[in-house]
């Protein structure tokens, strides 16, 4: 009986330390799974990272480098290329140089930087005073945001790209004579605070787009462009006419990061949708690229007395070099995170930010975390 009895419960042990160590393997199996460590993936779960990987190289591309076909515009309507270039590069006037480019807020990435010219500009031989350097920086395509069209060594036009509001760099590269955070690795997503977009903008020989469709003169035009100041931008008036606010201040607003965007639905400058309808805008209205735009939200001429007269709410052009983009752009913005406190150059302010944001200010009551 006793050795019947020890048997038994021989077995009994047996059989729970088989349940137990079959419960641990389930258990790791399963937080193996959930980390991802499940060897080689197969079948439609290897097609889904192969286009996950796809469309964020194809987004990061297109943030960084696609004019949507809006060197026709900048280019070709408003000349801004000439004045870039200078009378000495084929151009009008005295030109971009480098330093004024600096004071205008444009960036410069150092990763697309020759090693020479690196060891030139540390050793400081570079002349930041001729616009044939800016030349030879668009045309390494080192200038955030711009891409220069070049026939041979003449600028033929100018077009712009996301980065040139939604980029900067950070202080990696230190040279003489160049101000940290001029030159260096690019930050994708950070709003470009430094940049006077209106003050280039207004160094266009032609201006006569804007006269035409704000019906305003030439001189008009520039007192608006050059109201706004470093990073600001009015992303509406074209399409309400409406520069500056009832208390005479410029209607322009700050220039909005495009990191930690997941999951918001609505944008700062206009909240009539997410991001996908703000970059079909923006590409479409603001950038004048060349594309598809429907919002019959802009057919209120009463609202938007220039938007209807132009037809803004049903934009139609062939090619259209925006709509196909759009996809695999959204999905690159939305991966940008939101940097840490500890990486934010405005950290001195951050908590008073975010005290504004949660206290006084309600903006918490509507845009909730995350």
């Known amino acids: 009986m006793l050795f019947q009895r020890r048997a038994r419960a021989a077995v009994m042990?047996?059989?729970?330390?088989?349940?137990?160590?079959?419960?641990?393997?389930?258990?790791?199996?399963?937080?193996?799974?959930?980390?991802?460590?499940?060897?080689?993936?197969?079948?439609?779960?290897?097609?889904?990272?192969?286009?996950?990987?796809?469309?964020?190289?194809?987004?990061?591309?297109?943030?960084?480098?696609?004019?949507?076909?809006?060197?026709?515009?900048?280019?070709?309507?408003l000349r801004l290329h000439e004045a870039i270039a200078g009378s000495a590069n084929g151009g009008v006037g005295p030109g971009l140089s480098p330093r004024n480019a600096v004071a205008l807020g444009l960036k410069i990435d150092a990763e697309a930087l020759p090693g020479n010219l690196v060891a030139d500009v540390r050793a400081g031989r570079v002349n930041l005073d001729d616009p044939a350097v800016t030349l030879a920086l668009l045309k390494l395509n080192a200038v955030?945001?711009?891409?220069?069209?070049?026939?041979?060594?003449?600028?033929?036009?100018?077009?712009?790209?996301?980065?040139?509001?939604?980029?900067?760099?950070?202080?990696?590269?230190?040279?003489?004579?160049?101000?940290?955070?001029?030159?260096?690795?690019?930050?994708?997503?950070?709003?470009?605070?430094?940049?006077?977009?209106?003050?280039?903008?207004?160094?266009?020989?032609?201006?006569?787009?804007?006269?035409?469709?704000?019906?305003?003169?030439?001189?008009?035009?520039?007192?608006?462009?050059?109201?706004?100041?470093?990073?600001?931008?009015?992303?509406?008036?074209?399409?309400?006419?409406?520069a500056f606010r009832p208390d005479g201040k410029s209607a322009s607003t700050l220039i909005p990061a495009a990191f930690g965007l997941a999951g918001v639905n609505l944008h700062t400058y206009t909240g009539w949708g997410g991001i996908a309808h703000w970059n079909a805008y923006v590409g479409n209205l603001q950038m004048n690229g060349k594309g598809t735009f429907w919002d019959p939200r802009l057919n209120d001429a009463a609202k938007f007395p220039l938007a209807a007269r132009a037809g803004f709410g049903n934009k139609r052009e062939t090619p259209d070099l925006i709509t196909s983009k759009l996809a695999a752009l959204h999905f690159y913005q939305v991966s940008l995170p939101a940097p840490s406190q500890e990486a934010n150059p405005f950290d001195g302010r951050t908590s008073r930010g975010r005290a504004l944001f949660t206290g006084k200010a309600r903006c918490a009551n509507c845009h909730v975390p995350p």
């Open 144 to 242: 955030i945001g711009v891409t220069g069209f070049f026939s041979g060594d003449r600028l033929r036009s100018i077009g712009i790209q996301c980065a040139i509001c939604h980029s900067t760099v950070d202080q990696s590269f230190q040279a003489p004579n160049i101000p940290p955070g001029v030159i260096g690795a690019r930050l994708d997503g950070w709003p470009a605070r430094d940049l006077n977009i209106g003050g280039i903008v207004a160094l266009a020989p032609a201006l006569q787009p804007f006269v035409d469709h704000l019906g305003v003169d030439d001189g008009t035009v520039r007192k608006v462009l050059l109201s706004w100041g470093p990073g600001r931008y009015d992303a509406e008036l074209n399409l309400d006419g409406k």
């Open 13 to 77: 042990a047996a059989t729970v330390f088989i349940v137990i160590a079959g419960a641990c393997r389930f258990i790791l199996a399963q937080d193996s799974a959930r980390s991802g460590d499940r060897g080689p993936l197969k079948g439609f779960d290897r097609t889904i990272a192969d286009n996950a990987a796809r469309m964020l190289d194809e987004g990061r591309r297109i943030f960084r480098f696609d004019t949507f076909g809006s060197e026709d515009f900048w280019g070709g309507k």
